[in-house]
Structures are given as C-alpha cells and as structure tokens.
C-alpha cells in the first residue's frame, strides 16, 4: 500500500540508495532495495512527514525498483546522477556455515541538490558521507543548509569500504561539526575511537557544535547527552520481539528526527537555538519516539519502516 505524501517542514535526505543482493549457500538469491540514507527517508516519510530523497539512480531494472519502493513509501526522489553509472549494489555471498563474503559496486557521483532552499531539515550519513567525489557535495550541502536549517549526521561507519578509522576520523568529525544531531552505534565509536569511553567521545563531538548527541546500543537501549547543561541520560530498549535487527538504526534515526521536529527542535534556526539550549527532559520524548519506531522495524524481517500509527 502506497504512503500518501507527508506534511509539514520538509526534511531532505542525501544519501544513497543500493539493492542488497544476498546470494544463498543453495545459489538462490533475493534483493531487497537498501542504503542507510535511503531507509531513513522512507523511515521518515511513513511517519507522515514531507520528505525528498536526494540520490543517484541508474536507469537500469535496479534503478526501477528502488524508484519504486521508495516512492510508494511517500518519499519524493531528486535523482543526481551526473555519470549514467548504474545502480549501486552491495552483493553478499554466504557461505554453507552462514559466514558472507561482500562485493560492492558502489557509485557516487552526484551534481548539486536542487531546490535546497525549501528544506527545513537535512540529514546525511553512511557511504555518500565519506566516498568520493560525491562526498564534497554532501559538505557543501550541510554547509549551504545551514543558512536557514538544521542538520544530522549518521556515520553508520563500513570500514570494509571506508578505509581506515585513522582515514576516516578527520571526515567523521568534520560532519559532526556542520551537524544539530549526531547519532551513531556503539560499533560505530568502538571502530573510531579504540580504547575511549562512550562519554568521552561523546562530550568531544559535543564541543564539535551538535546540540543532541545519541549512541545507540542495540538491546541494552541508547545513552545520549545534551549539549546545554552536558547532562547524560540512557533510556532503555523496547522491543518486545526481535525477529532481526535489519535497519534497526536507520529506523531509530527516522524515529528520532521525527520526534525532534514535533517538538520544534528542528526545523529552522530558531529551532536549532531552542536545541542547543533544551535540558534531558525536553528531548527525552524524541528518544522515546525513536526507540518506539525501531522496535516496531525489529520485530519485522528487514529493513520495515513503521507508520505513526503503528508506533
């Protein structure tokens, strides 16, 4: 069933879009439409919210499917493919003990967004944060933004394909400075910051400019810090039923930037002041949504995104 188009301030994603093509020990295959940024514009379109993709697509049996399932998430599509490169893919092949071994075909080579000026939100991460040459257009994207909107950032770290933390860490961090909200795993921190305490580097990207700060956890819930009063709290998970944990993450991140928006602590820059000033308890009801969402994603097989209602 197709999403109706959602309201309110508009939130742009850019980011990209992939088909997962998972290759069974039995040569069966299935392919499911990925990609973190993408997962999180349909996470957040399907709580309502009017919401645009900003991607590249190949025109190609792949580029169809993924324009298809996103839009009838109720995402629209602004496809910046400047190459005529084909649809990235992300092929895992597993083995007869369940161990995968992983081909990408990744391709980010994107022109400029288009119509930036009537987004209120911008968010980014993953691949398209890091991978160039398309890399450069996310910075100036955020930069540009942030004239007259608020901003997040998910490193969803692949170091597979991201090369070294020591490579990676600079770039990370220069995100997180044109960023109002940071979120990222435990995983994520681990790879980056070997050795160093979730509240480390949690008050180190604080000092970098982000107003909330989010670390999730997988079941043991998520810890996240306010810049006002540097004040931290956890919350714990909620998930019922675990059936698996495919787009656990992008789900929460959707769930949290929907929640944010609802409180008028995203939006514009008077919103971003408002953040960058609001205690434990004005953006608690944020993570709790958050938490609600990627609950509902873990107790459906793959990446679901869930709708209000369902929250």
Not at 88 to 115: C, N, Q
Not at 251 to 258: E, I, K, N, P
Request: aromatic share 4%; hydrophobic share 40%; glycine share 10%.
């Amino acid at each position: 069933m197709a999403t109706h188009p959602g309201t309110g301030p508009r939130v742009l994603v850019v980011g990209e879009t992939l088909v997962d093509i998972v290759q069974s020990p039995d040569s069966s295959v299935a392919e499911h439409v990925g990609g973190s940024p993408a997962n999180v514009a349909m996470g957040i379109a399907r709580l309502g919210h009017d919401t645009v993709l900003a991607t590249t697509l190949g025109e190609d049996p792949h580029g169809v499917r993924c324009r298809e399932q996103i839009t009838r998430n109720g995402v629209t599509i602004d496809n910046l493919d400047a190459g005529g490169h084909p649809t990235s893919t992300a092929l895992a092949v597993i083995d007869d003990v369940g161990a995968a071994s992983y081909e990408f075909d990744l391709h980010w080579d994107l022109r400029p967004v288009t119509d930036l000026d009537a987004a209120a939100h911008v968010h980014t991460g993953s691949i398209a944060a890091t991978m160039t040459p398309g890399a450069a257009v996310v910075t100036q994207t955020l930069v540009d933004a942030r004239e007259h909107a608020t901003t997040s950032y998910d490193p969803n770290v692949r170091p597979t394909i991201m090369g070294s933390a020591d490579e990676v860490r600079p770039r990370v961090e220069e995100l997180i400075a044109l960023s109002d909200v940071v979120k990222a795993s435990d995983d994520d921190v681990a790879w980056l910051y070997p050795g160093q305490s979730l509240p480390e580097v949690m008050a180190a990207w604080e000092r970098l400019g982000p107003g909330l700060v989010v670390i999730t956890r997988g079941g043991a819930g998520v810890t996240y810090r306010v810049a006002a009063t540097g004040e931290v709290a956890e919350a714990r998970a909620t998930a019922d039923r675990v059936a698996d944990t495919v787009g656990a993450g992008d789900s929460f991140m959707a769930g949290l930037v929907s929640g944010l928006l609802d409180a008028g602590l995203l939006g514009d820059a008077q919103a971003r002041q408002r953040l960058s000033t609001a205690s434990l308890d004005v953006v608690s009801s944020s993570v709790d949504r958050a938490l609600a969402t990627s609950a509902v994603t873990v107790g459906h097989a793959g990446a679901y995104a869930p709708t209000r209602e369902e929250l």
